[in-house]
Structure formats: structure tokens, C-alpha cells
């Protein structure tokens, strides 16, 4: 079976910065293959390539066997985006951005509203219908922007991190939404720098830093680099970090990770029984805890032990991330007050 993305040697620089640089992906039909990383790592700018947005520097990119540079017309037919900012426009209804979007990709107004009841029905938004969309939720026009992608039902969609912004209640609505789609039939290109939205939803993942890919399996995979089991230590005080460090080295082999917004150490292992040859010599240095439970390690801590640092600490530093439709920054709207009688 030909896989829904193939990608070798991808890069892509803004000047003297590689945000890009040298990533191989392989996304098999049917999954929700997950790209994880930090603000800057890569993931958009990645997308957008594979999207034809922008154009691939060096190496190979394929999806569904149509290589991008090549037959890009092709590859935007078999492929649906949603992109970090939403595309709808505010000043029109749900069902008028739907009807718009249709007949911008060719399909006749009569289709075109058939369509857009059946889209509004499926993402729960039938109801809202005939609302503007300058008075729905978050959750609402994420769901409405999903929507808009799915309208020539493709086998393809990438997802840049789809849930930025969102209450809790509402990212686990948009989960459920995301499952849905894979059961349809969809595969899922899915962008996130929040691990436990990868946890939760991809069958494998692919971590990226730098520009990098750095590690790829799935999450309990990735899980078992770090070890069988975690021991979770919260320091008493802060001051005692740098020694509650060096004596955890002292006892294990694997290497301990740091949470300093928390002062938690979490500390690989390969069987529960080394949590007491920790305790015992952190008790004998003096080191004062708080409290101590042991756990199956995290995505948290996979993503701290491979690249050093949280999925959270960089800053974009690449130009040209923003999708079509959004900038980095704003609300992602449109004025397309000029064309709304196509829509209609």
C-alpha cells in the first residue's frame, strides 16, 4: 500500500536559519501520525511545503505517490489544511463561509449548500448554522475551520497544531472530531507542541527540534527510551536542585530530568525497586523532599530527556510559519465581503 506521505531529506531555510533541515517522514495510510516540537522547531514550515505553499529547498516529498514539486496541482486535490489561525471569515454566517469555500474550489451552488448543511451537521454546528461567526466560541470556529477543509472529502488532512487557544473542554471535543475523521477514513498529519494532545490521539509520532527529527516511534515507544518507570521527586527546596542532581547520577545510570517551574526531578528507572536507592541517598546528602510517587514515564519527559529542554521554551524563529488566511499574531480572518455573492 502506498503510504500517504513520504519524505526524505526535506529542508527549507529563511536566510542564514535552517528551519528545515534534513527531515525524513513516512505517514501510512489511516493513522494520525503526530509531529511533535517546540515553538520555531519546524513543524509549520514542514506543512507548508508538504502543502505547496512553499517551495521545497532541497530533498523529496511525496503524498499518496505524487511528488509536490513536480504535480503540485495534483497533490492540493488530495489534501485538506487546517491551519493555526482560523481561515472563516467573521462577517459571514457558518453556512455562508461553508457555501463560499465550495464554490471557490468549483462546485456548483446547489452542491455547494447541500454540502455545507451536511459539514455543519457533522461538526455539531447545524444549530449555528445561520449565526455569524464573529459571535461562536473558540471551540466553534475551530470546528467550523476543520469543516471548511473537508469539503472535497480528502483522503489527506494536515492539522498545525489544532487546538491553540482552547479550554480543555473544548480540546477534547476537538479530539473526539479529529477520531472521527480517521474512522471516516481520513489520514492525519497532525502538528503539536502540547504532548499530551500527541498521547492522546497519534499512533506514531515523530519528535522535531532545531529543524531536526530526533526521535520517532510510538508513544510507548518513545516512553520505553526513558525507562519501565518513573520516580517522580519534588524538592523541599529549590537550592537543593544541583545536589539532588549530581547524587541521583551518583546511584543510576539513566539520566534525570528537571522541571524547574515545579523543582520536580524525574528520575528514569528500569524497575520500581531503584526508587529506594534514590530516596535512601538523597536522605543521606540531605536533600529535603516534598513528596515522591513513581509513575510510567510521560511524553514530558521523553521530549526533556531527547532535546534538553521543555516543548514549550523556544520562540518562533523562523519567517514565513503562518498559513494562508492567518499571520502569526492575528486572528486568522478574511474580508471576502467582495465575494460573498459567490457563496450565494
Given at each position: 500500500?502506498t503510504?500517504?506521505?513520504d519524505?526524505t531529506?526535506?529542508?527549507?531555510a529563511?536566510g542564514d536559519v535552517r528551519?528545515?533541515?534534513g527531515?525524513?517522514?513516512?505517514v501510512r495510510?489511516?493513522?494520525?501520525?503526530?509531529?511533535?516540537?517546540?515553538?520555531?522547531?519546524?513543524k509549520?514550515t514542514?506543512l507548508r511545503?508538504?502543502?505547496?505553499?512553499l517551495?521545497?529547498?532541497?530533498?523529496?516529498?511525496?503524498?499518496?505517490?505524487?511528488d509536490?514539486?513536480?504535480e503540485?496541482?495534483?497533490?492540493r486535490?488530495?489534501?485538506?489544511?487546517?491551519?493555526?489561525y482560523?481561515?472563516?471569515?467573521?462577517?459571514?454566517?457558518?453556512?455562508?463561509?461553508l457555501?463560499?469555500f465550495?464554490r471557490?474550489?468549483?462546485?456548483?451552488?446547489?452542491?455547494?449548500?447541500t454540502?455545507?448543511?451536511?459539514?455543519?451537521?457533522?461538526?455539531?454546528?447545524?444549530?449555528?448554522?445561520d449565526?455569524?461567526v464573529?459571535?461562536?466560541?473558540?471551540?466553534?470556529?475551530?470546528?467550523?475551520?476543520?469543516?471548511?477543509?473537508?469539503?472535497?472529502?480528502?483522503?489527506?488532512?494536515?492539522?498545525?497544531?489544532?487546538t491553540?487557544?482552547?479550554?480543555?473542554?473544548t480540546?477534547?471535543?476537538?479530539?473526539?472530531?479529529?477520531?472521527?475523521?480517521?474512522v471516516?477514513?481520513?489520514?492525519?498529519l497532525?502538528t503539536?507542541?502540547?504532548?499530551?494532545?500527541?498521547?492522546?490521539l497519534?499512533?506514531?509520532?515523530?519528535?522535531?527540534?532545531h529543524?531536526?527529527?530526533?526521535?520517532e516511534g510510538?508513544?510507548?515507544?518513545?516512553?520505553?527510551?526513558?525507562?519501565?518507570?518513573?520516580?517522580?521527586?519534588?524538592?523541599?527546596?529549590?537550592?537543593d536542585?544541583?545536589?539532588?542532581?549530581?547524587?541521583?547520577?551518583?546511584?543510576?545510570?539513566?539520566?534525570?530530568?528537571?522541571s524547574?517551574?515545579?523543582?520536580?526531578?524525574?528520575?528514569p528507572?528500569?524497575?520500581?525497586?531503584?526508587?529506594?536507592?534514590v530516596?535512601?541517598a538523597?536522605r543521606?546528602?540531605?536533600?529535603?523532599?516534598?513528596?515522591v510517587?513513581?509513575?510510567?514515564?510521560?511524553?514530558?519527559?521523553v521530549?526533556?530527556?531527547i532535546?534538553?529542554?521543555?516543548?514549550?521554551?523556544?520562540?518562533?524563529t523562523?519567517?514565513?510559519?503562518?498559513?494562508?488566511?492567518?499571520?502569526?499574531?492575528?486572528n486568522?480572518?478574511n474580508?471576502?465581503?467582495?465575494?460573498?455573492?459567490v457563496?450565494?
Open positions: 500500500m503510504n500517504a506521505v519524505v531529506g526535506l529542508v527549507k529563511f528551519a528545515v533541515n527531515i525524513d517522514l513516512e495510510q489511516g493513522e494520525i501520525f503526530g509531529v511533535l516540537g517546540p515553538n520555531g522547531a519546524g509549520t514542514t511545503m508538504l502543502a505547496t505553499l517551495p521545497i529547498d532541497e530533498g523529496e516529498a511525496r503524498i499518496f505517490g505524487v509536490v514539486r513536480r503540485p496541482h495534483r497533490v486535490q488530495i489534501l485538506g489544511v487546517t491551519g493555526q482560523a481561515s472563516v471569515d467573521e462577517n459571514l454566517t457558518a453556512a455562508e463561509n457555501r463560499l465550495a471557490l474550489q468549483g462546485i456548483s451552488r446547489r452542491q455547494a449548500r454540502i455545507a448543511m451536511e459539514l455543519l451537521d457533522q461538526f455539531g454546528l447545524a444549530d449555528a448554522a449565526r455569524l464573529s459571535k461562536f466560541s473558540g471551540g466553534m470556529r475551530r470546528r467550523l475551520d476543520l469543516a471548511a477543509s473537508m469539503i472535497t472529502r480528502p483522503p489527506l488532512i494536515f492539522l498545525d497544531e489544532p491553540t487557544g482552547l479550554d480543555p473542554r480540546r477534547g471535543q476537538m479530539w473526539d472530531t479529529i477520531r472521527s475523521l480517521v471516516q477514513g481520513s489520514t492525519i497532525l503539536t507542541q502540547y504532548l499530551d494532545e500527541a498521547d492522546q497519534a499512533d506514531r509520532i515523530a519528535v522535531i527540534d529543524g531536526r527529527k530526533v526521535a510510538t508513544p510507548e515507544e518513545l516512553k520505553a527510551q526513558v525507562g519501565s518507570s518513573t520516580l517522580q521527586v519534588t524538592l523541599a527546596h529549590s537550592d536542585r544541583d545536589l539532588a542532581m549530581a547524587v541521583v547520577r551518583g546511584v543510576l545510570a539513566g539520566e534525570p530530568t528537571l524547574p517551574e515545579s523543582g520536580r526531578i524525574a528520575v528507572m528500569t524497575t520500581a525497586d531503584d526508587a529506594a536507592d530516596l535512601i538523597l543521606k546528602a540531605g536533600v529535603g523532599i516534598q513528596a510517587n513513581v509513575d510510567r514515564p510521560t511524553l514530558d519527559e521530549f526533556l530527556a532535546t534538553g529542554h521543555g516543548a514549550e521554551e523556544r520562540a518562533d523562523a519567517a514565513g510559519t503562518g498559513w494562508p488566511g492567518g499571520t502569526n499574531g492575528d486568522g480572518t474580508d471576502t465581503s467582495g465575494v460573498l455573492e457563496a450565494r
